[in-house]
């Protein structure tokens, strides 16, 4: 039963709403984000797939999820969930959807695939777009069909919940998917509309949008974040509020508005938030540990789709608390905003700068600026650059449909952004990247100060006149309240710098400090700088680079390589942060002692090429580098891998290696790469594929000879042997015999019989540098939605005996105990790493039932696993001569379950297996 306590006409939930939806005796239900309307998240150019999940209260049920490009089964887990992943559906509209269970039959229509973005915060997210300046006119052309909006009814709980309220108690709205009206646009969050309004127009590809609307006016940042959050920054000073009673509670808005949403796949997230902890005096340290420690413990929360991109608002300008003396400072939460802008331990996020949006005559209080069209702009660049990837000055073009008219702008996404402040003679120098054309003007309302400075002295002139736009300071800058700041008396600004006259010494430099900043430093594109506090330093010295001897090295690869690749788990959403967290798993769960030691970064890494020709790294999602990546990685113990192509662009239209080859080999030997993936994919490229592996050789063994150890080399494709397959293994460490695999048992099956008819040409000597050269089957699936735990075990013990490379394509720090015992079984993984090397191959008359496999190891013995392909239970049977097995047989080992096997009584080895089942022996004779 579901107990509610009433807090004024909020509903606050204390126990799991699930409850309200459950239903027994075998029935299936989903949550509420399932309904007819929905937009599902998908974009093929990512790869990034939709997830259809629900609940069920008879474990091991049968639940098919059918679409409208295929079926996909699954069953119901101990824990009453069950989970599909379904291939890219990218702008399929009015599609049907069906979940069928054994007594349940659910059916959504007006189903379409596109863009999903979640819109969370305070009264700014909230505002409805009928109160916006122009709002009326953009609500009127609100037939979108292919636009679908929902509202998440306010709820506070206590706990977190795994589904929401059917109605809103205050606006009496369904939580269900709606097709885009006026009249529903009009009442919709303007913030959100207006954002999602211009990511379409600028990427020009009107594809279906579903917006999530899940905000609460007046609300703290506190209330948002996950009891983890709370519990990691307990040590930040600035909380009055920990009474706090309602949707101020500590993470009940979090516990009943957002954890619902976490089962289901989103673009990104948009926030508008703040005001309320200015009110309650929240300190810099706090809102920043609070915001940014929120951040990840959402993306931690929304499994299965890596860290997503997170864009907010900046606080704009409103005077309203200058008349409160005992309320906050506005530029506090600014500058604690600007704090969590891309570092190491968070990245992909980006701010939408708004201090010259001020909107002093707002009927709602000049905190709630009737400025959302450009608020709703600045987070849909921000949005082209964080979730896009687009660069600044990089022509944006639609990257999911590539063949359409072009209508390409160049992007430019942010304002000054300041890189250092020095003491150049009597004069402070500030230099700023994103600088063209910077000048100072007037912000949208300064007329409400025109005439007087902040201080209500009389200056006469225009607001920017005043020279409180910068400010010299002296104090310890960690306090930003109590430092002591005088303003800047001359303000000359340069190409790329901003020079203060100073003849007295100072610690700091200040900008934009002001509830209502009056004049704002812009770039050329009319954007404005964000406030900041900045150290004053001395230029540092350019330190020469020193060349290292030539050094001897151990051959790379003797075994199959063994670590975690990020693509199945995190697609384009992969960062620092997640890279940290994977390296960090293998050593905390014990699997890098069981020889899983490269942790690799597939695709979308890299974004564009310096003017001197050196690649570089997505600056959102890598703030700290990829040599600092490398570098962490190592200090783990493990190995580093990079992703590049052969061709101009990589698969996801990044900047390939074409041409550049021994530039960027360069470059991964200066970072400390280890492991080089090298795809084909799009763009130009040379006439034949070896000619640019030749390239890539050369480089790659000039950096072992030059820093003492290898790279391994591995390369997309060669699946001929008597063709690529003769010379394969003098250039690369290791190749892709099949296509991409997926999460389905047919193609682990398919990709298992590409390998085989590549297995004469593997091996563990004779290969680059005397290393070994190995058939790639493609990445494990083991731990990602998809396969069941049956098939999971199956699929890992076929690469096992393949000699396959045994990279991890699933999250490490998200792994099952069942599915982390795959992976960590230690005699499986020495039939992998066998020093014999030799490929194990079916062998004898294969059935769409029977399958033997056979691998002859080091010392005699000999691996064999007894599988059923089918999708019925069978009987398997596999001789003793088909296998290999010469002389008597003096002992079989069950490796999967790490125990003797009973011995055979004649020349067949017989079981009887469920679907897709399989055994795993060594068999030793005499």
Known sequence: MVTTREKGSV???????????ATADGKIWQNRLFSDNMILESREAYDIRPFVSGFGDTPGETVTVTFAHGSYPTTVGKDGTWDVQMNCCDAMEDQVLSVVGAKTNLTYTNVACGQVFVCSGQSNMELNLDYALNGSAEAAAGNRSNWRLFRVPHIGADTPQSDMQAIDPNTKLPATWLVSTPALAAKFSATCYLSARHINDMLWNDAPFGLIWASWGGTRVEAWAPESTIKQCAHTSGDPETNMTGPQTYSSLYNGMIHPLTKYSIR???WFQGEHNVVTHTSRDRYACIFGGMINDWRDAWTGIGDFPFMWAQLAPYTGYADYPGHGDVSV???????????????????AVTIDLGDPKAPAGDVHSRLKEQVAYRLALQAMHVAYAFQDGENVTNHDHPNMTPHPFPLHFSGPAPLSATVEGNAIAISFKYADGMYLNDTAGCEIHRGIDFHGNPIGGDCCKAHDTFQLCTGDIANTTELVCVNATSVTIGAASVMISATTQFTSVRYAYANYPQCALYNVHGLPAGPFVMEIGTPSAVKDVVSTAVKTFEPPAMTPPMGVNSW??????????KMRAMADALVSTGLAKSGYEFVNIDDCWQVERSPNGSINADPTRF????????????SRGLKFGLYTAQRSNTCQRRPGSYTYEAIDVESYCEWGVDYLKIDACFGDGWPVANESWIKFRAAIDTCATTRGYPIVMSVESCDDPNSCGLWIGKLANLWRTGGDIQATFKSVLGNAASNTRMASVAGPNGGPLGGGHWNDADMLQVGDIGLSLTEQRSHFSLWAIMTSPLLIGSDVSML???????????????INQDKLGVQGVPVGPATDVQSCWSKPLAGGDIGAIIMNTGDASATVQCTLEQLGVKGKVTSIRDMLNKKAAPMPTGPTLSATLESHDHQFLRISSA
Not at 335 to 343: I, N, S
Not at 568 to 574: R, T, Y
């Open 568 to 577: 199945n788990a995190f697609h384009c959403n992969v960062d620092e942060r």
């Open 816 to 830: 099952t105990a069942e599915s982390l015992a795959i992976l960590g079984n230690s005699e499986i993984t020495a």
């Open 268 to 270: 990104g997230a948009f």
């Open 623 to 634: 703030p700290g580098g990829i040599k600092a990546l490398a570098d962490y990685v190592h």
């Open 11 to 21: 509903m606050h939930i204390m126990c799991a709403v699930g409850a309200l939806v």
């Open 333 to 351: 939460i600014r500058l604690a905003q600007a704090d969590d802008l891309p570092k190491i331990g968070l990245d992909t996020t980006g701010m």
